[in-house]
């Protein structure tokens, strides 16, 4: 990754990481498929939610009948963490049109956002909207096609969590921790562990008084005040 911020850069950057959507993507169609879910609500969750965990969950609300206002506050819920994310990318686009803004904070995901935390760290904390725009848009297309081929396949495969494809996402979650952890050299790696850590422990004695994702925005949330407090220490 090098300090080049145009579209074509944008592209070959975040193809690593779209490798893993495919891993995912294909899981979540299976998943879906074996859940009894037609190829085209696979592919409208894909393309107007875009959001892989959501997607999973949702699935196996509807697999359980759940309420559609459950769905929806769940869905929510799950997602809120793209307000804190859509936030902190927003700095990066001051200089750039309202609308702009929309169009990426529209795409933006737990992977594409990683992705320019890590670029910005090879800019001098710089990112273009023509660079961004090119990760979201390449993730996009890669997820939805992904699940929908996942879905296709999904009659080869009866029990898909005997293979492990629940933990997928899991999975590549925990790569996407691993590379900030390497590449972020500004922060420090004690101190993101400490962050970490912190947030760990928020969220293990929040989770016995509210629901899990409740809990999970409050640790987030927590997180993120005491790493600014921890910084300013430094």
């Known amino acids: 990754m090098g300090p080049s911020l145009t579209f074509k850069t944008g592209v070959r950057d975040v193809l690593p990481t779209v490798f893993g959507y495919i891993g995912v993507g294909l899981a979540f169609g299976i998943v879906a498929h074996t859940s009894h879910l037609s190829l085209l609500v696979v592919a409208g969750m894909s393309f107007i939610v875009y959001a892989g965990s959501a997607q999973f969950i949702i699935t196996s609300m509807l697999l359980l009948h759940d309420p559609l ?61 023509a660079w961004q725009s090119a990760a979201n848009l390449v993730a996009y297309l890669v997820w939805g096609v992904a699940t929908i081929v996942g879905a296709l396949l999904g009659g080869m495969i009866a029990d898909p969590t005997r293979f492990g494809f629940d933990f997928a996402l899991t999975a590549m979650f925990i790569g996407l921790v691993y590379l900030q952890l390497i590449s972020d050299r500004r922060l420090g790696l004690s101190l993101q562990l400490m962050v970490m850590i912190f947030v760990a422990i928020i969220y293990y004695f929040m989770i016995g008084l509210m629901s899990q994702n409740f809990a999970l925005l409050v640790a987030t949330v927590a997180g993120c005040l005491f790493g600014m407090e921890m910084k300013k220490c430094r």
């Open 69 to 129: 206002s459950a769905i929806f506050i769940s869905t929510f819920l799950v997602n809120s963490r793209m307000i804190l994310m859509s936030t902190s990318l927003a700095q990066y686009f001051r200089h750039e049109s309202l609308f702009k803004n929309l169009l990426i904070g529209t795409l933006v995901t737990d992977e594409t956002f990683a992705l320019a935390m890590n670029k910005q760290n090879k800019t001098s904390g710089k990112l273009s909207f």
